[in-house]
Nanobody, 115 residues
Framework: QVQLVESGGGLAQPGGSLRLSCTAS????????MGWYRQAPGKERELVAI???????NYADSVLARFIISRENAKNTVYLQMNSVKPEDTAVYYC?????????WGQGTQVTVSS
């Protein structure tokens, strides 16, 4: 069984930065995709960024050039460096790990951007 544990959420001022981390444990296929999704109140969960085990990335247009996703395969850990954050980035951020036929989710971490 795979478990994902997120950390690093909290409060940031507009224009500030936050760094999220997510570590996966359990039986994990070497080839996988890890990523971050978010869900704001009253809205559907949406993609933020994903990264393959080979390092290819994909970002939502709304975070391009502000957020950076990275990973350490040896630690089964994915990071999300959030820069120049905006109030509209406020949401619960969920870590996600995908292997063929299976999607695993973390419990989520709250990010609030407010002055």
């Amino acid at each position: 069984q795979v478990q994902l544990v997120e950390s690093g959420g909290g409060l940031a001022q507009p224009g500030g930065s936050l760094r999220l981390s997510c570590t996966a444990s359990g039986s994990i296929f070497t080839s996988n995709i890890m990523g971050w999704y978010r869900q704001a109140p009253g809205k559907e969960r949406e993609l933020v960024a994903i990264i393959t085990s080979g390092g290819r990335t994909n970002y939502a247009d709304s975070v391009l050039a502000r957020f950076i996703i990275s990973r350490e395969n040896a630690k089964n850990t994915v990071y999300l460096q959030m820069n120049s954050v905006k109030p509209e980035d406020t949401a619960v951020y969920y870590c996600n790990l995908r292997v063929p036929g299976i999607i695993h989710w973390g419990q989520g971490t709250q990010v609030t951007v407010s002055s």
